[in-house]
């Protein structure tokens, strides 16, 4: 009987823990209206908390990433997922606003940068030839998280309520990433796959990845993706109901769009595989600014689920793309550094789109302004994408 090779493993073990770990980081969606009504906040000051969620797990992907080029990802992975329940757990029972901005803002922010950039790190040391595919479904285990952790939070949420919801996320991040964690691995040195023929290995330093023009038009390219999607996927909610959808029906659309952005990484991977990552690439940039500006005339629940099902799977396509564009240009041993560093500038953008959100609505009563600018930013991505080149002689890969 042949052997099951490992790297497959390991992508079904970084997805399950991206699928957790994510999952209840995009939860506050779920949660705001009823912490909102609960403890008298507005939804500008818990957008604050998502602002800082992902300011912190940029700041933790940097991290965690670069202990991962010295340790691997399994002891980082166990780290994160002891850390991440104890945010939630202590974000369950918090009385104020500053204590829910420091646990879970800081703290599960920061647990959750130990698992996508890193873990996606750890997978691309196991491919070559299919490279693509694999870094996809990790990516796909963001969907998953979306798909499976926001009905459940919102289900929770309705039989107890927000407190209890929370506290058995935290529970359930103990009892599934810290086992699964275990299964991962650093390949053998008979396990590597042979580089791409006419591959050179040319390694960068710390430094060269952070002073090269690539790096920053990748970097960029990420926050601005990022910043155009991430105020409409964590206002969904909100948005639809404002609409007159009902609560539950909504958090169902915001689990379409996350089953659709599995899709959407899957199907972005395999096309990055077989046409490259740059077209690729400003493809899903563009379907993905055209959707957010579609949210304008969404009235009822059928158009909300036909955007959900296009906007999750353009911003969920577009996703793998950047570490296969770091990995190649700046090969495996900075991987976690670099990625880390990329996706560290690209929550920036998440966090910010995520305030936006919250302040606009407070400022103005609606989402108006949200979408266009979110729209015009994506925009912005798509030309930005249009900067990337094929790396100098003496990287280790074409890029694209």
């Known amino acids: 009987m042949r052997r099951v090779f490992y790297g497959w493993i390991v992508v079904a073990a970084s997805a399950a823990i991206v699928c957790i770990g994510m999952g209840c980081l995009f939860a506050l969606g779920v949660f705001l209206v009823p912490i909102e009504r609960a403890m008298g906040w507005s939804r500008g000051a818990i957008s ?7 300011i912190a797990m940029g700041l933790g992907s940097f991290f965690w990433g670069a202990l991962s080029d010295r340790i691997g990802g399994r002891g980082v992975a166990v780290g ?30 920061f647990a959750v940068g130990a698992f996508y950039a890193p873990l996606t790190s750890t997978t691309t040391k196991w491919f070559t030839a ?11 285990g963001i969907g998953f998280g979306i798909l499976l952790i926001a009905p459940l939070a919102r289900a929770l949420t309705s039989a107890w309520d927000w407190r209890v919801a929370m506290l058995v996320l935290g529970d ?13 691995r650093e390949p053998a040195s ?4 042979a580089p791409a023929p006419g591959a050179t290995r040319r390694e960068y330093t710390t430094r060269e990845v952070l002073a090269a023009p690539q790096f920053w038009a990748i970097a960029l390219t990420h926050f601005a993706c990022c910043a155009a999607h991430s105020g409409p996927i964590f206002h969904m909610v909100t948005h639809a109901t404002d609409q007159g959808v009902a609560v539950m029906a909504a958090a169902t659309v915001f689990g379409i769009s996350g089953l659709a952005s599995i899709a959407g990484r899957v199907g972005g991977g395999l096309l990055a595989d077989r046409f490259g990552a740059k077209p690729t690439l400003i ?38 793309l950047y570490a296969l564009v770091t990995r190649e240009y700046f090969g495996e041993k900075v991987m976690g550094t670099a990625y880390g560093a ?7 953008g998440m966090g910010v789109g995520s305030f936006a959100g919250g302040a606009i ?13 979110s729209a015009a930013i994506g925009v912005m991505a798509v030309v930005l994408a249009f900067t990337f080149r094929r790396p100098r002689v003496g990287a280790l890969q074409p890029a694209f």
């Open 48 to 54: 604050t908390v998502a602002l800082l969620n992902w």
């Open 80 to 109: 994160g997922g002891v850390l991440l329940g104890l945010g939630l757990v202590l974000a369950s029972q918090a009385q104020a606003l500053w204590q829910f901005y420091v646990t879970f803002g800081f703290l599960v922010g």
């Open 130 to 140: 299919r490279r693509g595919l694999a870094v996809a479904l990790v990516a796909a």
């Open 172 to 184: 359930l991040a103990w009892l599934v990433i810290v086992p699964v964690a275990l299964l991962l």
């Open 190 to 193: 008979e396990d590597r796959p």
């Open 283 to 320: 493809t899903g940039l563009a379907i993905q600014a055209a959707m957010i500006f579609g949210y304008l005339f969404a009235r009822d629940l059928g158009a909300f689920v036909g955007l959900a099902l296009v906007f999750g799977a353009a911003y969920g396509g577009v996703m793998p």
């Open 342 to 348: 990329v996706f560290l500038i690209s929550t920036l």
């Open 361 to 373: 609505y407070d400022r103005l009563g609606a989402y108006t302004w949200l979408f266009l600018g």
